[in-house]
T-cell receptor, first 111, second 113 residues
C-alpha cells in the first residue's frame, strides 16, 4: 500500500535560520509531489509541485525552495527563515486523475 | 483559471442531524471533484470523490452530488456524529498531467453531542 512520511511533526526555528523539511512516499512510482502551506485560518496554499525527478514548479515567489533528488523524495528548504514562514506545511502525492494523499504535516513556528 | 467557492464557512449541527456543504466552480473543463476532511492538527484526508460522468455517489453516511449544468457540487453527511467534527474542503480539477486542483476555503463542521 502507498504511504507518505513527513517529518518533523513540529519545529521551532529562530528567524534567519535554515530550514529543511523532508517528505518520502512508498508504494508508488513516479508520483506527482506537492508542498502546501496552511496558515492560520484554513486555506491551502500551493507552494511547489513536481511531476518528476529534478522538475520543480513554483507557485508563489518567496524565500523557500524545493528539490526532488529521488523519485519519491521531496524536500522543502529555506536559507533564512522569516517570521511569515510560520505555518502548517503539508506534503502530498497524487497520480494523474486521482485525489491527493497528504502527509501528517509539519507545524513550523519561526520565533 | 478555476475558481471554487465553498459555503458555509462554519456549520454547527446537533448530533444526528444532517449536514450539507456546497461548492461552486467556474471552469466547465473541470471533471474531478474530491472532498477532504481535516481533523485538528492532521493533514487532510480524501473521503469521497466524484467525476463528471456521475451525478451522485454514496459511501455509508456521506454522499456527494454534482450538477454540471449549474457547476455546483455538494457534500451530504447524514446522522452526524461528534467525530464528524472537522474542516472539510472541496476541490475541482481537470485531471490534467500535473493535477493541480483548486480548493475551496474550507467549512468548519461542528457536531454538538
Amino acid at each position: 500500500s502507498q504511504t507518505i512520511h513527513q517529518w518533523p511533526a513540529t519545529l521551532v526555528q529562530p528567524v534567519g535560520s535554515p530550514l529543511s523539511l523532508e517528505c518520502t512516499v512508498e508504494g508508488t512510482s513516479n508520483p506527482n509531489l506537492y508542498w502546501y502551506r496552511q496558515a492560520a485560518g484554513r486555506g491551502l496554499q500551493l507552494l511547489f509541485y513536481s511531476v518528476g525527478i529534478g522538475q520543480i514548479s513554483s507557485e508563489v515567489p518567496q524565500n523557500l525552495s524545493a528539490s526532488r533528488p529521488q523519485d519519491r523524495q521531496f524536500i522543502l528548504s529555506s536559507k533564512k527563515l522569516l517570521l511569515s514562514d510560520s505555518g502548517f506545511y503539508l506534503c502530498a502525492w497524487s497520480v494523474r486523475g486521482h485525489g491527493y494523499t497528504f502527509g501528517s504535516g509539519t507545524r513550523l513556528t519561526v520565533v | 483559471g478555476e475558481n471554487v467557492e465553498q459555503h458555509p464557512s462554519t456549520l454547527s449541527v446537533q448530533e444526528g442531524d444532517s449536514a450539507v456543504i456546497k461548492c461552486t466552480y467556474s471552469d466547465s473543463a473541470s471533471n474531478y471533484f474530491p472532498w477532504y476532511k481535516q481533523e485538528l492538527g492532521k493533514g487532510p484526508q480524501l473521503i469521497i470523490d466524484i467525476r463528471s460522468n456521475v451525478g451522485e455517489k454514496k459511501d455509508q453516511r456521506i454522499a456527494v452530488t454534482l450538477n454540471k449544468t449549474a457547476k455546483h457540487f455538494s457534500l451530504h453527511i447524514t446522522e452526524t456524529q461528534p467525530e464528524d467534527s472537522a474542516v472539510y474542503f472541496c476541490a475541482a480539477s481537470d485531471g490534467g498531467g500535473s493535477y493541480i486542483p483548486t480548493f475551496g476555503r474550507g467549512t468548519s463542521l461542528i457536531v454538538h453531542p
